[in-house]
């Protein structure tokens, strides 16, 4: 278990290579160990491997059916390819298994919004904005939804503070300049 805590903060501070190496690396001494391919699911999808992170969460479920980062891993990935219903259907089961996570709230938030259901998104996004106030990624997801909502003093505003929070955050810079379009013409 050390090594497996190891493997997180290696994670946590973004170094999801060696992460991932630690985390193979205790798969391979201990093929049982299923927090081990959690995490290995986990740093694949942040490393953008997205076929072998889909590949890792399947294995996980098959082990341990209520594993909220595998069912996170795979809901991210169908809300990726645009597919709603699987990405709540297994959203709604990483928030049962870790509540209040602020990340699996706003994924869930966006789905919901998207595939329709925007009173119910928009209630769970500001939900994960109040557990994470300074999170860019909740910012500009609000600041998106309140584009398509024709909203845009609240869009400007989100988009506004996620840039002031990450002055790199392409996302809320691309934000501001659409709702500054949309607002000369």
Sequence with gaps: MD?????????????????????EQIL????????????????????ERFDA??????FVLKHRPESYIAHFVIGFLASDAGDWKTA???????????????????????????SGKKTDGLAILNRALTLRPD???ILTDLAAIFIEEDRLNEAKHFAQKALDLDPADDRAADLIALIDEISRS
Excluded: T
């Excluded at 992170?53 to 399947?58: G, H, I, M, N, R």
């Excluded at 928030?95 to 602020?102: I, S």
């Design 88 to 114: 709540i259907a297994h959203f709604q089961k990483a928030d049962a298994g870790q509540k209040n996570n602020p990340e699996i709230l706003r994924c869930l938030g966006w789905a919901l919004f998207q």
């Design 135 to 137: 999170d860019p990624a």
């Design 3 to 23: 090594r497996l805590a190891k493997s997180e903060e290696k994670k946590l501070a973004g170094k999801y290579e060696k992460a991932l190496e630690m985390a």
């Design 28 to 47: 391979i001494d201990d093929p049982a160990c299923i927090e081990a391919a959690e995490e290995v699911a986990d740093n694949l999808l942040s490393l």
């Design 53 to 58: 992170a889909k590949k890792a969460a399947e």
